[in-house]
């Protein structure tokens, strides 16, 4: 078969899945298959057998191809989706001195909140968002957003629109200008950081919305750093935290904290260590461990399972693929 | 806002409910607190209210003018109340009196301090700090009042001339620029400099002779940043001499890049490598190409031209996100020779693993004075050099020092107050 | 002249901004604003280059009928469709509502998540061909990287339970990502620091200018 023709029937099935997977949704039938403990004891056992299948074949010299690396993933990840297994998450000490940090906050504090991230990252970074944003909010904390990114406004204004729906956060009447703004995005990387050190509205003339920066309550007299108590960075990569914190933090003493994917978070532990950063959350890990901390079970919380999964499957392939490694002789220089 | 009316207007409403107080509560209650206006109750009436006391102002210093400080001390709140946060009022000058009092900012409570940054270098301002208490009413409501401080002296803003926090940079910064001119100049004065094996760069000839060899395509992806990245220069400075080596095996060179000034900037480059090895004739326009400044659609675009065109060897050099992985991977799959090369410190494990041979860090910035082998350029390695061992000597005295809590060493090392 | 000019442009813009890090006063202060505005407003005419020579070679790719020239009719459609609706909506186009917002929200986030999503796949096809125990110190690292994989999931503690509390793979896992990893993160970090001081320098004296074409 051609490389097109492959293509072809990928996009094919790809678009296949996408409609029944929407037509589900649409007609509630994705949300109401839930398997029991004891189906999904079935399917994991049923992976396990596969895995095994995968160690004997390797053990017999027949090595397996990348795509069933894929399937087995793709599997882990989906499948999880639709179990009901309950797992116990335990706070991590960076995610708990985040959230030590704004619960410490006396009501009315001002949180400066950067959306530093696009779509791309969303699924990691959107569970942080909606949870920090939900407690700032209900803790009558006063939120100030922004982003240097172009599309962080955008995915600010999605995490808003998500949490709105809670109702203890819709009984409470928010007000946009009075206990949450969007500033929106702004050209510069950390040009515009360094600026915000000044004046805030030298950058930020209106909002996201084209409301002039003098008519919103909330920042009318915040002039630059000095008037936020505490910040939060969700950050996807240039500019992000670093540059918050080589700016914001180091230069003009901002009380900082981050989310970052699980990619970039193994560097923010230099700043955390440092004490430049004041809790950090990495990764879909760091979103869950939020969610139960400020019992907002969301996305995270969620796909923890997944998580999981995918991470035994990872542990698993490489066990395999040592195997495969020492079969094979070349482990006897070890 | 203009708080000196807003007080009054407090102080007034405050008066009024001292003497009505009874009266609201039991019949108006509701109707009272739902003003606009904070209410002062009790606070007002049972205990006098502590104001903020010694308003220091200060110009703002190491910093460019338009900014004064102040500082205060804050208040014991009376039993039963708490502070909620202070406003900052401040009034120009107006010969040697004080115009009037304006709301110019607010903190919440644990300040002591705010910055205010939206003042003009020629005039002179004085301010005053007013707490803001808050307690709870006789029906469970939140009641808040406001206690305002003395007056401050007169203050003006004033640029300064150098940023002495930053003095340690400062003298770091000449003493590394001091090692590494100094051994260019000793690399110039003909002395020769050693430098060692660097596997990714030795391989370049190599990688590129295996595209000749099997007749295809050579790919360079100098990373998904600009210009204004140290590491798309270093990457597009590679480009140059992989650009010569292919001109003169005669292999196809493509360069796909995410950024329109990288286009115009590595679309010379390896026209310039092309004329430099006598072989203008052989280079095409469309060789350098635009793809997209999106990050995953330019990943996106890369995989499907790599997957369909199968290249014999992809370099990666310049500065890569969360799409390194989505890259190499592709390119390892269709069993490409890849030479990676970045400086993020989070990607390199990812091109470690799916890649031939990876640039870690500092070598993607060696490459160029490892491929040209000018004096000059090796003269700035030795100097990076001095300058990683002064650092590791600093690092294990240090380390001494804090461990035996001899002193605190590492105070050096941040940002000075 | 056609060397020098961006050399001296390069000289004097890399002299300014190391001073203004150091000298806050007017003019220095303004530099930084000044020169990224520069930057932006070159940047955003400079857009125009990339996205012509986009269409360009993808319309040559069309009327030629070359290979693949399938994909280049997607592209000149896509890029049609997006700026036709941007423009057509004036300076509101981001607003939630507008078609520009749905085609951010429904075509957009998705395909880019799909890339973003290829990671998890990718990470564990590279896993398994390359984390491999060859020595001790990939032994080392294979073991490391087990424990953070256990560590940063859930079921790491469940599989560790019978463990003391603070050896679980959780804590482990923290143990590891807050020392260990962090000094070889530093170490890298100041080597990294230090070659760009030594780059930044060479462009600014003019010693390294293969970037601007030419090789030496």
């Known amino acids: 078969m051609s490389t097109r023709a492959k293509e072809l029937l990928v996009v094919g099935i790809v678009l296949l899945f996408c409609i029944i997977a929407y037509l589900g949704k649409v007609y509630g039938w994705v949300d109401t298959v839930v398997f029991s403990p004891m189906v999904s004891m079935i399917v994991v056992g049923i992976i396990i057998l596969g895995l095994v299948f995968v160690l004997i074949r390797t053990l017999q010299g027949r090595l397996i191809n990348r795509q069933v690396v894929f399937l087995f993933v793709g599997i882990a990840v989906i499948m999880p989706f639709f179990m009901s297994i309950t797992q116990k998450i335990r706070t991590s000490p960076e995610v708990q001195q985040l959230y030590d940090a704004v619960a410490e906050l006396p009501k009315g ?25 939900y407690y700032c909010l209900s803790n009558d904390l006063k939120v100030i957003i922004m982003g240097l990114w172009p599309q962080g406004a955008q995915q600010a204004n999605l995490a808003l629109e998500a949490i709105m729906k809670n109702e203890k956060l819709a009984a409470k009447g928010l007000e946009y200008g009075k206990d949450y703004v969007n500033l929106g995005y702004q050209a510069g990387n950390e040009f515009v950081i360094q600026r915000m050190g000044a004046d805030f509205s030298s950058m930020f003339r209106t909002d996201y919305s084209g409301r002039h920066y003098e ?12 008037n936020i108590d505490y910040s939060f960075n969700l950050s996807a990569g240039y500019p992000g935290t670093q540059e918050w914190v080589q700016v914001a933090v180091d230069r003009y003493g901002l009380k900082m904290g981050c989310g970052n994917t699980a990619v970039q ?23 869950a461990e939020f969610e139960q901390l400020v019992k907002y079970p969301g996305k995270g919380t969620k796909f923890m399972l997944s998580q999981s999964f995918a991470h035994m499957i990872v542990i698993a392939f490489i066990i395999i693929g040592n195997v495969a490694f020492f079969r094979s002789g070349r482990g006897k220089k070890l | 806002m203009n708080l000196q009316l807003v007080i009054r207007s407090r102080l007034f409403v405050g008066l009024a409910q001292v003497c009505f107080f009874l009266f609201l509560l039991v019949n108006l209650g509701p109707l009272a607190f739902a ?30 003018g338009g900014s004064i400080t102040i500082r205060w001390t804050e208040p014991i709140p009376p039993e039963g109340t708490a502070i909620k946060g202070y406003y900052i009022l401040r009034a120009e000058a107006v010969g040697n009196e004080q115009g009037q009092f304006d709301v110019v900012g607010e903190t919440s409570t644990g300040s002591s301090e705010l910055l205010d940054g939206n003042v003009v270098d020629t005039l002179n301002y004085y301010y005053r700090v007013a707490v803001i208490y808050s307690a709870t009413g006789v029906n469970g409501l939140e009641v808040e009042a406001l206690a305002e401080s003395g007056i401050s002296r007169m203050v003006s803003s004033s640029a300064q001339w150098f940023d002495w926090r930053r003095i340690n940079v400062f003298v770091g910064v000449i003493f590394l620029c001091g090692f590494i001119l100094y051994y260019i100049s000793r690399a110039k004065a003909g002395k ?35 210009m204004d990245n140290v590491q798309t220069i270093a990457g597009v400075t590679i480009l140059g001499r992989v650009a010569e080596v292919a001109a003169t095996y005669d292999t196809y060179l493509e360069v796909p890049v995410s950024r329109s000034l990288v286009l115009v900037t590595a679309k010379e480059i390896v026209k310039e490598a092309y004329s430099k090895v006598g072989r203008p004739d052989a280079f095409h326009e469309d060789q350098v190409h635009y793809l997209t400044d999106d990050q995953f659609g330019y990943a996106a675009g890369i995989d499907g031209m790599v997957v369909r065109e199968k290249p014999a060897t992809i370099f990666f050099m310049g500065a890569f996100y969360a799409e390194s992985l989505i890259l190499a991977e592709t390119g390892n799959s269709i069993g490409a020779i890849q030479i990676a090369g970045t400086a993020m410190p989070s990607q390199l494990p990812f091109f470690v693993a799916a890649c031939d041979y990876t640039l870690i860090g500092e070598e993607l910035f060696a490459a160029s004075a490892y491929l040209a082998r000018e004096p000059k350029l090796l003269g700035s390695l030795k100097g990076q050099d001095v300058g990683k061992a002064i650092i590791l000597f600093s690092i294990v005295i240090g380390v001494l020092l804090e461990t035996f809590g001899v002193w605190r060493f590492s105070s050096l090392f941040g940002v000075l107050d | 002249m056609r060397r020098e000019v961006p050399l001296l442009i390069t000289g004097i813009v890399g002299v300014v901004f190391v001073l203004q890090y150091f000298i806050p006063h007017w003019p220095f202060s303004q530099v930084n604003t000044w020169f990224s505005d520069w930057f932006s407003i070159v940047g955003a005419f400079a857009i125009w280059l990339g996205a012509l020579n986009l269409l360009k070679i993808s319309a040559l790719k069309v009327i030629g009928k070359k290979s693949d020239w399938g994909y280049a009719i997607v592209i000149i459609i896509s890029f049609i469709i997006m700026v036709a609706i941007g423009f057509a909506e004036g300076k509101e186009f981001r607003e939630q509502g507008t078609m520009f917002s749905w085609l951010y929200e429904y075509v957009y986030s998705p395909l880019s998540a799909t890339m973003f999503a290829l990671l998890a796949f990718f990470v564990a096809s590279a896993s398994y061909r390359a984390f491999r125990a060859r020595n001790l110190d990939a ?13 940063r999931v859930p079921v790491g503690d469940s599989i560790s339970f019978f463990l003391p509390e603070n050896y679980q793979f959780s804590q482990v896992a923290s143990w590891i990502m807050t020392w260990p990893q962090t000094a070889g993160q530093r170490a890298i970090m100041i080597g990294i620091a230090l070659g760009l001081v030594s780059t930044s320098l060479r462009i600014i004296l003019g010693i390294e200018r293969a970037h601007l074409g030419g090789g030496d």
């Open chain 1, 109 to 133: 504090s001002k949180v400066l909140v950067s959306f530093d991230y696009d779509p791309p990252s969303a699924p990691e970074l959107q569970p942080m968002a909606e949870a920090f944003l």
């Open chain 1, 215 to 226: 008519e919103l309550e909330l920042v009318k007299n915040v002039k630059n750093f000095s």
């Open chain 1, 265 to 287: 978070a193994p560097m923010m532990y230099t700043y955390l260590n440092a004490g430049q950063l004041v809790g950090l959350l990495g990764g879909m890990n760091g979103a």
């Open chain 2, 35 to 64: 003003q606009d206006e904070p209410v002062p109750t009790q606070l007002v009436d049972s205990t006098p209210l502590n104001p903020p006391t010694n308003i220091e102002v200060a110009d703002t210093p190491n910093d460019a």
């Open chain 2, 192 to 226: 020769k400099l050693f430098i060692r094996k660097i596997a990714g760069l030795e391989a370049v000839d190599e990688a590129v002779g295996r595209a000749t060899e099997m007749g295809k395509k050579i790919y360079f992806i100098p990373g998904t940043q600009d």
């Open chain 3, 139 to 151: 032994t080392l690292l294979l073991m490391a990287g087990f424990l953070i994989m256990l560590g």
